[in-house]
Structures are given as C-alpha cells and as structure tokens.
C-alpha cells in the first residue's frame, strides 16, 4: 500500500526501470506533450510510485482523477460493471445505466431551459459535437467565435478554436473557416493596456461595440465559445462581468453560448461547474476529464432546442460504454457523497493563501490566480512591467519534479496546480514546502 504521507527528498528520474521504459515509448509513440520522465508504476489517492520506487506528491492529476487516484468506490463500479457488459452499442440501443447518468449530468448544468445530453469519450469530441449542435439548428448561421488563449481541442474542428500556443495550429492550415478570436479578460497582462474596473470591460463590450459593427455580422454567428476559466491559457481568471456581458450580448443576437467546463468543470473551482462562480448559464456545456476519474468520458449537455432531432445527423460509437457510465456515476456520487466541492473552495482558499505568502517574499512570483484547487503561479523577470519569465518557471518545474512534486506548465510562464479534491491540509503544506525549495534554487 502506497504511503499516504511520503517523505519525499529527492528523486533521480529516470531511475534505472523508468530508462528503459522511456527509451522504449520514446521508440514506439508519436510525439506528444512529455513534460517529465516519471514512468508510473502505481498511484493512489494523490500519490504516485515509479518503477524504480521514487514516490510523488500529484498535484496534476485533479484535472482529471477528481476523487484521487484509484477511488475504492469507482474501481468498485467499474469492476462490477465489467462483469456485466462493456459495449452494447449505447448510441443505438438502451440501458438504465445510460439513462440514469445523463439525468445525472443534465443536474449538473444550470438554467431553466431542458436539456439533453450527447455522451462521448473527450473534451475535444464534446466540442466537435457543440460546433455540429449550433450549426444543425442555425443553417443560415455559420460563424463561430472563441478567444485567444482558448483550449477548445486537437482534432481540426476544435483546433480552429483553440488559440493558447503556436505549436497546437502550426502546419495545419486552413483551419475551419469563419473562426474568429477575441482577446480575452486577461487583467493581468490586459491585452488592451487599460486597468480594471476603470476600463469598462472594453474586453466584452468591443464585440458589439465593433466587431459586430465592422467586421462580423452577428446573424451569421452560429456559437460562441467561452472557458469561464482559461485552462491551457494560463489559468486565467475573468472578472465577473466580463462573462455575464458577453452572455448577455449572445442571448440578444440570438447566438447560442457554449459553456466549455472540459477543464474547470466537476468540482475543482469550489463550484460544480465554473460557470456558477458568475451567475449565468449557458445553451452548450461540453464536459469531459474529471468526469470520469480517470476513464475517458465525455458529453456535451445542451439546451433541448438545439437537439440534432434527425437519426444520423451526428452520433459516434463508444459513448456511454459501460465503463464510463460506471465510472461517471461513482465520480458523480463519490463527489456528493463526500462533499467534494466544498472541500475544494475550503482547501483552495487556504492553498491560494500560502501562495500568495510566498508571493510576498519571492520577487519572482508575479501572480497568483485561481478558483478553488485551480490555481495558476506565474513568474516574471520583473514584477513593475509583468515580463513572463518562463526560463525561470521552466527551473522551478524541474525542481518541483526532482524534489517529489508533480505539476504542469500553462500559458506562457505559470505552473497549475490541480490537485485532486481529495487532497489534505498536509500534502498542501507539503506541496508549498517543496515549492518554496524549487524556487530558491532556480
């Protein structure tokens, strides 16, 4: 059984075991996003153990494994499940366990309006199905807009939204036409160079006030697309009328608002979905990653209006498998049972508010940022001008990695930190200590 509590000093990565094996993936997989050489021999709750014995304290994995790693009652459903069927074709047959977990999710979501939901297998397949829902029920409609710094997917649909980093869209135009971007509410760094509150949410109010005026008729856009969070962006953090104005600018022009809870949705914000932290709800909400514990499981939940409403117009072949239905309804109950969110907002507070102790002692953390246990740290060369320092972020990841802590890069200098909702006070405090130690030796 895996130590809850590790004493972690530091770790040679990779050892010996975790050579090999990187040699051998590195001969056998494509290129993907490696970000270090830990090669995983188990994990449990928030603690990972390699193959050549190095323990980690995992404060990525929340993203995704929101009820820890390897939940006893989620690889409970999931093995139970197993002995009873796998695949039956879900999108063209029926089960109650299908039934039962999209009213689950449908809860999730708010607004008034009925909803419906498409079951998937990602984040980006939910976006894909978003872009095909506002398109089918607006034929006369084909544009679609998304904001700089967005992550919206990899495959070409969800690509021609995603605007976060150069290496996600180069070498694959044309994207899909009639994408346009907008800057979004990045206070800190404002792309506008104007300060908040006094610059009047410029940020929202220009797509009406000129983009709609001068460049993109509004009874041609389909959809917006907006992350109440900005996840690979940065972990950037809107003020609340920025999300409410565009809101409300959709709704009058009757374009539809897609809500994309992929990464800060299920919990991690200290609210269900992110969207609640601003006081209105959406047409569209894909969400995927944490809705499952580690199982790949996705679903889009829209307004019943924008239903495709004809066999055949989009449908797929493995959503609401067994195993992800199995799985989405034990996360789903486990984060209810054991009051999950609100031990995110508890615990979130209180990491935030180390952070920004360490803040006002290390010159180089410029921002601290976040809602609940999604928190971005970012380093700057000089905090007067904000210049991203991410040399200096690159120094303290690996030495978060070498001192036992697990974490991952977003935008262009922060570190995320995304433990699961599971996590204590303890490996909190543990997390800031080999932090802190990251940041005196870069």
Known sequence: MLETKPDITEVAIPGPEGSSVVARETAALTTGTKTAPIVVKRAKGLIVEDVDGNLFLDFTSGMITATGHSHPKVVAA??????????INSPDFYSPLQAEVAEKIIKLVPGSKAKKVFLCNSGTEANEAAIKAARWNKPTRKRLLAFIGAFHGRTMGALSLTASKLAHRARYTPNMPDVHHLPYATCYRCPYKMTYPSCDIWCARILEELYFK???????VAAIFVEPIQGEGGYIVPPPEFIEIIRDIAERHGIAYVDDEVQAGIGKTGKMLAIEHFGVSANATPLAKALGSGVAV???????????????????????????????????????????????????????????????RFPAIGDVRGKGL??????????????PDPAYRDRVLAGCFRHGLMVLPCGFSALRFTPALVVEREQIDRA??????AIREA
């Open 374 to 387: 999604m928190i971005g740290v970012d380093f700057v060369s000089d905090r007067a001008s904000r210049t």
């Open 298 to 360: 996705g679903a889009l939940v829209v307004d019943a209006d924008l239903d495709f409403g004809a066999q055949g117009a989009h449908s797929n072949t493995f959503g609401g498998n067994g195993v992800a239905l199995a799985a989405a309804k034990a996360t789903l109950d486990v984060i209810e049972d054991e009051g999950l969110v609100e031990c995110a907002a508890v615990q979130g507070d209180y990491f935030s508010s180390k952070l920004r102790e360490l803040q006002e």
């Open 78 to 87: 999931i093995a139970e499940q197993a002995e009873k069927w796998l695949f």
């Open 214 to 220: 001068q460049f993109i008729p509004p009874d041609e």
């Open 432 to 437: 800031l200590d080999i932090l802190e130690r």
